[in-house]
Each structure stands twice: as structure tokens, then as C-alpha cells.
């Protein structure tokens, strides 16, 4: 839905809608021809199933696979083709360094050069985060002229640089080659397609290959990481706010840095949710009068289709199908259980496959689904539907949505 | 999936990917209430959809009936809607005459006149492609100022025309009145909304009255062939080069010109594949290592179609089926099975009915499919898909899709 009709036909009401992310949940047949959903034992979303509907989502497009940052703003209702958060704000956001409006970041990775300065080792031999929280530090005394200057460790080599000031511009080069055996990059101005090179282009590159050159030098004792490369250059992304946009007030349960910072990126309140699905819990149950809307994730599904681990992923899959009772307990007028993309433990890997979605409450057309899988999810009642329609879907069976049209 | 981020994300891999065209391949239930495919003993195709996942697609829009061109430049990925390749073009295409960036082309029609001029046979009662043959030698020696002028037999009464020169505009109408007792028409500049007619127009138009004053002399003596129409001025279309888009290699194996040069207009390799399907599948053989992937056409399920006869088409499913294992054999990655529309022997047509879609691969997500037909189709697990996102889907299950952000 647009939002320009959002704005029109968005109600309040007085009705509580719970959006479960399972991430990664959509899977692939394993050895024994089901997939991880379908192997599991999760009763409770079986029967939530066979008293709702199910269907698929599709978070970007056929056949494309999804990064995490696409995957959710395509759930929070965002068209994620028209709405890009570039990678320096994506990892800001992951490690809760919220951008401002004068600030420019950078996906930063030590690296290992040799006595010419070639990278020898893109990722530093993987240095432990202390080493990169310690060289964060010594980076953050570089001074440059009219430029606040932020270093932050992520994990093991990776770090965000920030800068800020007046005027500063993403239209640069990055400095990783991608490659070993040559040097880090310079820093270009990239040319705008109407005005040629732009002056904060140019004074921005100049900048960053002064932070470069002195940083050289402070971590030329260092090695293994004796050299960074910078990459994923992006200002603060300017993106729909849920509350206003919706009329409503919006929480985001999330334990990953990276998933809070996506939900703080459309205006929800991130709530202090602690570690565990059991303190995820009790934060939703804490706050339940507060909001309208509660954003609920959970990772470890994901984790496990990465590392290629289809009985862990299964296994995630039965942990957070335990906890559905005490969501269910608050009585939720609306819920809805999906993904953010599929990530079949056979690949290892995010894919671009339709993801399981599932959608319980008073007013849901109840199909004949008799259990949450992808093979009864490719036949459902609500069809396959574009990710960005899940939310506005699940706001109409909340009575959020005014009539259209007299 | 837009060319934009097709440039984008498409990515080189050690993958093959087939791409099989039945055309006309979509039908309606017969006389024993099975379609033509799920009536044909068809075990291949069967166990393709049983292994992998079906669907249908959609060629250019919901109730819409595809000529050829429109519903094979959807299976390459493009949009039929926003790339016409004009009548002219398609037709020049047909016979291997390739056009240039000056030419403009016709389709033309011999007819037969009475003693005022009149039409009174359409299609000069169906004369032999030699008759035809001959007269184009005849009408390519007419000589129009500042022009190179083409004329090349199709077949039958058919011919086309091709004018070379600075200057043409196909904003011209068509001299065929499309009804018999009346004389063909002349050819009048067409007013452009912004700047009304325009001189090139204007110029055009004189020159095609010019050829078909001179034409008609020529062809007094050649009754039943004693006239002619044009319609379908179309210059050039410029289409998005497959090759250079996707970052692979295409060939086409078909022996229809028609499709070899539908093939060679989006900047595929036409292989030599002679006549039959034993030696289409001998150059998909020869060819193997040298392309990523291979558009095989098979014709005769159309023409069985547009010809009424439902066990001819039934038959001809069947022939395709049996050269699959020769296909298998060379181990593709991916292996898709669709058509460019249908075309049910019921209606001796092309129709609007979706098509037939089977994807085949290791990462495709098996449905519950048993067989590959008309009902399967429509309940499988790929679903109802536009036909343009076919290619997308197959590339990116060819691992030939990077992932859409971080």
C-alpha cells in the first residue's frame, strides 16, 4: 500500500497486533523431503494454522535474495526497491549508533598489509574484537578539519567509521579493492550524472584520504591489522515513521543490535528486551498496554540456516513455537508469524525463495490449512503476496484500515 | 525484475540453465475433460514435476492473448508491454533480414484488384511463396529517390518490405483497407501530439505512394497478383542484449526464423540447428561448453493448436517429452519448462489462458506437484507468475543472482 493512501485510510483502534519475524524462517526439503518447518514439532503454530490462514510472502522480488536490512523494511510495509539503507547505516544501526543528520558512515575492516602496503589478508586473520575495540579507540583521536570523527568495533576486524560536519557528501569511492595483492584504494569523488564532480564530493574524498593516511601510520605496529579499508558509504536514511504513518504506537522485542536499529530507523520504540525469548517475553508482556503494535524477532533461526545446521534450525523453530503461548496469553487481536527471507539450511545461505507466512484473528478468512509449512503455505488462502503488503494486511483484520471509497 | 538491477545483481557462475519453449503450450480440457498435456503420455515432463515445482505463467497480462513476439519477449525477461517490435520488424525477423538503423519495414500482402482498383482477393487467392519470390525481384528494381529498396517473399502471398535510407518514419498508416471492394489506401503521414506532421513523415508517406504507383504497373500483367498492401511500418526495436545484461552466454536453438530472430534481436547466438529435434539437440550438444544457457524452441505444439487438431498437439508433447532424456543427459543446472502462450486446440488460437511453468534444479523448493499439467500447474508452488520474472527465477536458482543489500 502507499503511503500516501496509508495517511488516508490509517484508524486508530483500540486493538493489539503482534508481528512475529521468524528470520530466515523459509526453508528448502532436507534429507528427508520436508523442510526445517515442516520437520518440526511446533504444535502451537500448526494449530494457529488450522484456525487461520497461511500463505507466502515475497520480500523484495522473484528471485531476489534479500539482505536483512530489505527483508524487515519490506515487512515494516516499505517498498525496499524505493527505500535502500546503505551499508555504512545499516552497520551503524547494528551496533546502535544512531546517525544524525549531518553524519556520513563507513563499514570499516582492518586488514593485513605488507611493506608496500598491499593487503596481504582482507579481514586481518579475523583479530578478536578487543584488538579492533583497542585500535577503535586510538583511530578516534585522528583529528580532521570541521569533522567530528567516531570509530566503533562491530566484531572480529569490523568496524564503523562516522563522520560528522557540515557538507559532507556519500558520492566517493570505496577504498577496498576487494582483492588481495594490490593496496587500499584511494578515496574519488564520484561524478553527480547533472553537475559533473561536486565540491563536498571532492572535500569529502580529500577528508577521508587524510583519515586513511594518518591511520596508517597509528597502525603500522599493529599487525596483524596494520591496514583498514572502507566501504558502504551512506548518510542517515530518511525513512517513512510507522507511529505517524499508521497512527499508532509501535515496539520493537529484538535482542540483535541490527534488527533494533532497523526498527528505531522507522520510528517504533525499541524496548529494553534483554538477551533470551524469556526476557523477549516478559518485555512484551511489561509493556503490553503501552503500544498497539509489537514487532517480535527472532534470530536463531536464521543463525542456523547460515551455518548450514538443519536440525538447529528446526530446533529454533520448536524453541520459539514454545514460547507462542505466552504471546498468545496476552491475547493479541492480530498474528502474524513470517519471515524476513528464507535462508534453507541445505544453502547456507539467504535465498530468494517465498517465505511461510501465517495470519490469526477474529476476522481471518480461515482457509484449509491444517499446519505452518511451505508446502501448505504455497497453496493457502491468502495466496503469495509482496512482504510489503503483510503489515497493511494484518492493520485491515486489526479494523486499522477506514473503508476506501464511499 | 527491472534491467536496473538485473545490471545489478546479475552475477557470473559455472552454471548451465535451459530454457525449453513449447510453443502454444498451454490448452483446454478436450473431449474426455483432459487438457492436450495432461492427456499426452508424457512420463519425462511428469517426473520433472514431480521432482521439482510447477506453476503458470502470465505472457503479458491478465487476459490478454500473445502474438509470438510479445510472449517470447516476456520468457527473455522483458516486458511485452513497454518493447513492441512492430509488425515490419517481427516479419523481417521471420525470414533472417536483418535491419539496419535506417530501414523501416513493412509487412506487405499481394492481392488481386478488379478493373477500378478494387480488392477483391485479399490474398491474391494464396499464391505460391515461387510466384511471390518472383515478384519481389521484380518490385526490388523500382528505385525511389534517396532510398535502398528491399522487397523479400515470405511465403505465400506474403512479402516484406524494407526501405534504407536518412529520414524514414514509421508515423505512417497502413495501405491495407482490411476489407475487400475497396481500393487500397494511400499512405498518410501520421500527426505526431506534439509537433503535428512532421516533415520526415510527410516525406515517407510520398515515397511508399511512389513504390506501390510504380508497383502496380509492374504487377498489371500478374493477375491474381495483381496489387498489394503494406501494413506494420516498424523501424528497428532496440532491446535489451541478454548477454550483456545477465553477464552470460546465450544461444538459441530453434529452426523457426521466426524465433531464431526473435533470439538474435535481444543479442543471443543463433546456432545452426537444422530442422528437426535430433539436430536441435545434437547443436545444444556441440554447443554445450561454449553458452550458460540455451533457449531450445519447439514449434510444433502451436501449429498443431492453431490447426484444431487436439491429438496432434497431444503428439507432439509427447515427441518433445522423449527428447528430454538427450537434454538431461547434459546435466543442466537449471531446466525450465514453459510456453510463450497458449494455444488450446479447442479454440484453433492463441489464447489468454495462463501457461504451463516447471522449474527444475537443485535449490528449487519441491512442490506437491505429481504430474505437469494444466490443474497441477495452477495449485503448484511456484504459482501464477508474470512470464517476464521466468528468467530471473531460473538465474537465480543458477546461482546467477547476487543478494539485494546487507
Given at each position: 500500500m502507499e503511503p500516501d493512501l496509508i495517511r488516508r485510510l490509517a484508524t486508530p483502534a483500540a486493538t493489539k497486533v503482534v508481528l512475529c519475524v521468524m528470520d530466515g524462517l523459509g526453508g528448502l526439503p532436507g534429507p528427508r523431503g520436508r523442510t526445517e518447518l515442516e520437520e518440526a514439532d511446533s504444535p502451537q503454530l500448526d494449530r494457529l494454522a488450522e484456525l487461520g490462514a497461511v500463505g507466502q510472502s515475497i520480500p523484495v522480488g522473484i528471485g531476489i535474495t534479500p539482505g536483512s536490512g530489505p527483508g524487515h523494511l519490506a515487512l515494516f510495509g516499505l517498498d525496499p526497491l524505493r527505500h535502500e539503507v546503505g551499508r555504512g547505516a545499516l552497520e551503524a544501526t547494528g551496533i546502535e549508533l544512531e546517525l544524525g543528520p549531518l553524519d556520513l558512515a563507513a563499514r570499516g575492516n582492518l586488514c593485513t598489509v605488507d611493506?608496500?602496503?598491499?593487503?596481504?589478508d582482507r579481514r586481518a586473520g579475523r583479530v578478536a574484537t578487543e584488538v579492533t575495540a583497542d585500535i577503535a579507540g586510538v583511530l578516534s583521536a585522528v583529528e580532521l578539519p570541521g569533522v567530528e570523527l567516531t570509530v566503533r568495533p562491530v566484531r572480529e576486524h569490523r568496524f564503523v567509521l562516522v563522520l560528522r560536519g557540515e557538507g559532507l557528501s556519500a558520492a566517493i569511492t570505496e577504498t577496498d579493492p576487494q582483492q588481495v595483492g594490490v593496496a587500499p584504494l584511494a578515496a574519488e569523488p564520484l561524478p553527480d550524472a547533472v553537475d559533473g564532480v561536486r565540491p563536498d564530493a571532492a572535500r569529502t574524498a580529500e577528508l577521508v584520504n587524510g583519515f586513511v593516511a594518518r591511520a596508517r601510520r597509528l597502525l603500522e605496529?599493529?599487525?596483524?591489522?596494520?591496514g583498514l579499508t572502507l566501504r558502504g558509504w551512506a548518510t542517515r536514511p530518511e525513512l517513512p515513521q510507522l507511529p505517524a504513518l499508521w497512527r499508532l504506537r509501535a515496539a520493537a522485542v529484538a535482542t540483535y543490535p541490527m534488527y533494533r536499529g532497523l526498527a528505531r530507523l522507522v520510528g517504533m520504540d525499541v524496548l529494553d528486551a534483554g538477551e533470551t525469548i524469556d526476557t523477549q517475553l516478559a518485555a512484551l508482556g511489561r509493556h503490553w498496554e503501552q503500544y498497539d503494535f509489537f514487532f517480535l524477532h527472532w534470530k536463531h533461526t536464521d543463525s542456523a540456516g547460515e551455518d548450514g545446521d538443519f536440525t538447529r534450525k528446526m530446533r529454533a523453530i520448536e524453541a520459539f513455537d514454545r514460547a507462542l503461548p505466552r504471546v498468545l496469553a496476552l491475547e493479541p487481536d492480530v498474528l502474524v508469524v513470517t519471515g524476513d527471507h528464507s535462508t534453507p539450511a541445505t544453502m547456507a545461505a539467504h535465498s530468494w525463495h517465498p517465505v511461510p507466512l501465517l495470519i490469526s484473528g477474529r476476522h481471518v478468512r480461515v482457509d484449509h490449512s491444517h499446519g505452518f509449512g511451505e508446502g501448505e503455505c504455497a497453496r493457502g488462502g491468502l495466496g503469495t503476496i509482496p512482504a510489503r503488503e503483510v503489515l497493511p494486511l494484518a492493520f485491515a483484520h486489526a479494523g486499522r484500515l477506514a473503508k476506501y471509497g464511499a
Open positions: 611493506g608496500d602496503g598491499r593487503i596481504v605496529p599493529r599487525e596483524p591489522a596494520n
